[in-house]
């Protein structure tokens, strides 16, 4: 299995910034896209950004060059580094990762989800 503990979250104000972490452990090297979704009181779940194992990524069109996601794959690491910051972005942030086998069942992964708060 895999295991997914996120940190990084915490109460900012408006245009500050945070980086969020997740290490993955237990069987990791088997992960083979990783990305960042997050839920606001009220809202839909959404994806915010992805990253594969060879680096290509994709944001939502919310956070397109506020946001970067990246990725360690020695330590198991993913990452995601918000700047800006804006209310609308306050929420609980997971992290998420994906095994896709050729053979066998796929996977999806998450974490406990850390809590972000954009306020003044």
């Known amino acids: 299995q895999v295991q997914l503990v996120e940190s990084g979250g915490g109460l900012v104000q408006p245009g500050g910034s945070l980086r969020l972490s997740c290490i993955a452990s237990?069987?990791?090297?088997?992960?083979?896209?990783m990305g960042w979704y997050r839920q606001a009181p009220g809202k839909q779940r959404e994806l915010v950004a992805t990253i594969t194992r060879g680096g290509r990524t994709n944001y939502v069109d919310s956070v397109k060059g506020r946001f970067t996601i990246s990725r360690d794959s020695a330590t198991n690491t993913v990452y995601l580094q918000m700047n800006s910051l804006k209310p609308e972005d306050t929420a609980v942030y997971y992290c998420?990762?994906?095994?896709?086998?050729?053979?066998?069942?796929?996977?999806?992964?998450w974490g406990q989800g850390t809590q972000v708060t954009v306020s003044s």
């Open positions: 998420n990762a994906k095994r896709t086998p050729l053979y066998g069942p796929r996977y999806n992964y």
């Open positions: 237990g069987r990791s090297a088997s992960i083979d896209d």
